[in-house]
């Protein structure tokens, strides 16, 4: 039902060029963080998030059972912006329907490096990931949204 709504989100031109992977099994959603990792690994890079993998804990995709995934055409200049309005849009439906949703950053940025990430969740090679959100239920409930910065506006006339 949520992919069914989000494909109303706007795209630039009414391209509706963004395309959608779910990854259903949590078991799969943790083979995704572990390649994360060794991408990690082989760059000696976050070292935190490869030391808390070793510990058992996945900082990567926190356990999610479930993890949407956003691509687009790679010639396209609009599809990475097209891709986070779907995915925000998603996001908000989410929340609607009881669902918590949080942005897989380490793994767009991992995806992005190394391709073979990317097609291991079956973003044809033409096209790019361009975001990801963890999916399931959420183990706690938040009363409140954390404080946000005022809004920086300069006012032109």
Same mark, same amino acid.
């Given at each position: 039902r949520l992919l069914e709504a989000v494909r109303w989100a706007p795209t630039a031109c009414n391209?509706? &060029? +963004?395309? @959608?992977? +779910? =990854?259903?099994?949590? !078991? /799969?959603? /943790? !083979? +995704?963080?572990g390649q994360v990792i060794e991408h990690?690994?082989?760059?000696? !890079?976050?070292p935190e998030l490869v030391s808390a993998w070793e510990h058992g804990y996945d900082m990567v995709l926190r356990g999610a059972p479930h993890l949407v995934a956003a691509h687009g055409p790679a010639d396209s200049?609009?599809?990475a912006t097209d891709? +986070?309005?779907? $995915?925000?849009?998603?996001e908000l439906l989410a929340r609607a329907? *009881? $669902? *918590?949703?949080? @942005?897989? &950053?380490? $793994?767009?940025?991992a995806a992005a490096a190394r391709p073979a990430i990317a097609a291991g969740l079956g =973003?044809?090679?033409?096209?790019r990931l361009h975001g990801a959100l963890m999916l399931g239920y959420p183990l706690a409930a938040f009363l409140r949204v954390p404080p946000r910065n005022e809004a920086k506006v300069r006012w032109v006339e």
């Open positions: 391209s509706q &060029g +963004v395309r @959608w992977i +779910v =990854v259903h099994r949590p !078991e /799969r959603v /943790r !083979e +995704v963080a990690c690994r082989a760059r000696n !890079e976050l200049p609009w599809a891709c +986070v309005i779907a $995915l925000t849009t998603f329907a *009881g $669902l *918590g949703t949080c @942005w897989a &950053g380490f $793994l767009v940025m =973003v044809p090679a033409d096209h």
